[in-house]
């Protein structure tokens, strides 16, 4: 039974532009939406889709327009997105007649990359607020003069490990304006913020000077890509982490937090005020927890997603997909949520603080997920031997570096491509690390071919301490299979010095893309 019907570009359109709540949805995987997509659509690939949907956009009635993929059997993935939507209760979902090729053809841009709204919202940032910023070549002729500056490295700390410039301190994003007096103990000292590229240099740079600090500020100009563009060396490892909040730091850095709500309009509201919007059924409430991982990973407050303040910024359409929605931001010192808060706002959202979360209620230890059910790999090995065949769902790049021994590799949004072969085995395995996505292939699969259908559990490691053959396979898929894979993306993070330089001028192009600010629905505010 159809549950959602099809609207015209012109229709979508005008729905962008209405104030009421809407969730603009591309189903295709990662690879194809970032080949080009609507500026304000959020990637929820159909490979994953029951996994994230739910969080993304956690109103049922929520009106909801999807963008999919034409397939060759006639039904497209936003189709097949639809009726699994409907079977969770979503009752607004409507489909974009012709995809993302009819918005185009109706004039509307379509965008390459992902996190593309982030990306052009910082590139507006340093042309509205003026950002100063600071070239490779000049921050290395300083450093080799000995000169007092510092370089706070404000991407995770995950990141700045694998490799960073020099002598740079890591310093998450949201934690600069919370942790500056611990870390710089000069007003003289000359400040740098580097990132991968320039979109949380920007940001963190900005963020320090629109806080307040005494500080020459500057942005590093296209952060490590371009340090190594330039032919600079970089540096790997933990080598120096932001350590313990002084009392000192914490209150220089309330004061300062204050004063940036008060000068760009962040709201506070009460515990009380989050539970009321919480119960309103006509609008949707975003709670995040903006304090680092590992503070979120130890308490929780319930019902809050953790994401790093800077992260929030730098990725905003991962977890939030509603337009029009609250977006209510929680920290047990306030100024992480304050910074968050301020550009949240300019880019457009509802933001909100939950001034100083109470200790109390940020008490909920964080839940595990209880895994899936499957069969072990010991059972997948004994039916291997006696002719069931293997199919690896995991993400391409994973299925190349290791995957079992004669499993095929396949996505969710490609099962009508499963070699006949193997559709014919008298038993199908599918093999992936994450158990929810080998679930989700299963159940479609399932469908397509009658049963015969089991998940393995675990990944390469426990497969291999089972004694499962792998195997690693660099060509394989070939490139025009991975449609979960972006390559001018990613390939700049692998020695590839031209990706590097088109990513970089792809990002300082984008205010240009988008045109005025308000397309995207920023509010820039420069003081």
């Known amino acids: 039974m159809t549950t959602y019907h099809y609207i015209e570009p012109a229709t979508l359109a005008r729905w962008l532009e209405d104030g009421a709540e809407i969730a603009l949805i591309d189903v295709r995987e990662e690879g194809l939406f970032g080949a080009g997509h609507a500026l304000l659509a959020c990637n929820v690939p159909y490979s994953r889709l029951e996994l994230d949907f739910p969080a993304l956009v956690p109103r049922r009635t929520t009106r909801v327009v999807l963008i999919g993929e034409e397939r060759p059997d006639g039904r497209s993935t936003a189709e097949r997105a639809a009726e699994r939507l409907a079977a969770l209760g979503y009752t607004g979902v409507q489909l974009l007649a012709g995809g993302s090729a009819a918005w185009q053809a109706a004039g509307q841009p379509l965008f390459q990359g992902i996190y593309v709204p982030s990306k052009a919202f910082a590139e507006c940032v340093e042309l509205a607020f003026h950002t ?5 070549a000049e921050l290395y002729r300083l450093q080799q003069q000995g000169a007092d500056l510092i370089v706070l490295d404000s991407r995770t700390t995950a990141e700045y490990a694998r490799y960073h410039v020099p002598g740079a301190i890591s310093c998450p994003g949201a934690e600069l304006v919370l942790r500056f007096d611990d870390l710089v103990k000069s007003p003289a000292t000359q400040v740098v913020v580097s990132c991968a590229g320039r979109t949380r240099g920007i940001i963190g740079a900005q963020a320090l000077i629109n806080a307040g600090v005494p500080n020459p500020v500057r942005a590093l100009q296209g952060g490590t890509q371009d340090w190594k563009l330039a032919g600079l060396a970089i540096e790997s490892g933990a080598t120096a982490v932001h350590g313990a909040l002084g009392e000192a730091a914490q209150a220089a850095a309330r004061v300062r937090g204050d004063d940036l709500a008060r000068r760009f309009d962040v709201p506070e509201i009460s515990l009380e005020q989050l539970h009321a919007w919480q119960a309103d059924d006509g609008r949707t409430t975003y709670l995040f927890d903006v304090r680092s991982p590992a503070e979120y990973g130890a308490a929780r407050l319930p019902g ?12 905003l359409d991962k977890w939030v997909a509603t337009r029009g929605a609250r977006v209510v931001l929680a920290d047990d010192l306030g100024v992480r949520a304050q910074v968050t808060a301020h550009w949240l706002r300019q880019l457009g959202w509802d933001a909100v603080v939950l001034r100083h979360a109470p200790e109390q209620a940020i008490a909920v230890a964080a839940d595990k997920a209880a895994p899936a059910a499957a069969i072990s790999a010991e059972e997948a090995l004994a039916l291997l031997a ?3 065949a293997g199919i690896s769902v995991d993400a391409s790049a994973d299925y ?7 499993a095929v590799w396949s ?13 014919d085995a008298k038993a199908l395995l599918v093999f992936a690390a994450d158990g929810g996505v080998a679930q989700l292939y299963a159940r479609d ?7 015969r259908v089991q998940v393995v559990a675990g990944g390469a490691a426990q497969w291999r301490a089972a004694g499962m053959a792998l195997d690693s396979t660099p060509e394989l898929p070939a490139d025009a299979q991975r449609i979960d894979f972006l390559f001018w993306l990613h390939d700049r993070h692998t020695g590839n010095s031209a990706a590097s330089r088109a990513y970089l001028a792809w990002e300082a192009q984008l205010p240009q893309a988008i045109g005025s600010p308000a397309q995207a629905g920023f509010r820039l505010t420069p003081h």
């Not at 969710?412 to 070699?419: H, Q, T, V």
């Open 132 to 136: 100063p910023t600071i070239e490779a």
């Open 304 to 315: 809050a997603t953790g994401v790093a303040g800077g992260q929030l910024v730098q990725t």
């Open 386 to 388: 006696a002719g069931a």
């Open 400 to 406: 190349r570096a290791a995957h079992p021994r004669g």
């Open 411 to 423: 996505n969710r949004s490609r099962i009508d491509a499963l070699p006949q072969a193997v559709r």
């Open 445 to 451: 699969l399932a469908q397509a071919v009658a049963g």
